[in-house]
């Protein structure tokens, strides 16, 4: 039964809102994906000893981003098939990402000191226990942790660089030696404005999402009080 009362653009703006949202899901989802695959970060998955604060985050970032293109799919089905139902679920599941991800969001910013001194203790403890056994684990452990972030040990010193473990330059370039502790401040601060950019932005495409999905499932209850 179509809905003759009910405002059409409402109807479209919650499809084109939705069909952002699966977008911004993607995008979420993309992120997870990229901090966990990332030469530059795939390492810290692989050590016995990963730092758990930094891969429970990321783990939570992939399946948020895959919720909110589920959600955004409903939102979208929800709009086209004008169904109170769905909307309604659609509005609840919303309100329920968005405050994990506010949540999420103050923790993340609170904690990136102890995320990157958690990643930094991981990197120095591999380090020292590489120098006394020697394991070819750990070996490897340090060659992708430091040819991820063009790195070379602690300190960043001449004799460091002379390990098998770091990255080789020539010429000049081996006179320019950035210590590891360092490269992981670099790196998960530059990622760190990324992540909150795009949290940013899909925060407010949820709000316009649930006053959207809320005008519309009104919309359509009263239409149909009246038909």
Known sequence: MGVEGCPKCIKYAMFILNS????AGTAVLAVGLWLRFDPKTKSLFEGENSPYVFYTGVYILIAAGALMMVVG???CCGAIQESPCMLGLFFFFLLVIFAV?????IWGFSNQTKVTEDITTFYRQTYDSYQQSKQD???ETL???QHGLNCCGPSGNIQESLDETCPKKE???GLIIKSCPDAIDE???SKLHIIGGVGIATGVIMIFGMIFSMMLCCAIRKTREIV
Request: proline residues 0%; charged residues 15%; neutral net charge.
């Open 187 to 189: 790196v998960f601060n």
């Open 101 to 105: 991800e506010v949540a999420a969001g």
């Open 137 to 139: 684990a750990l070996k």
């Open 20 to 23: 952002v949202f699966w977008i």
């Open 143 to 145: 060659r992708l942790f």
């Open 73 to 75: 799919f409903f939102g």
């Open 171 to 173: 010429g000049l370039d």
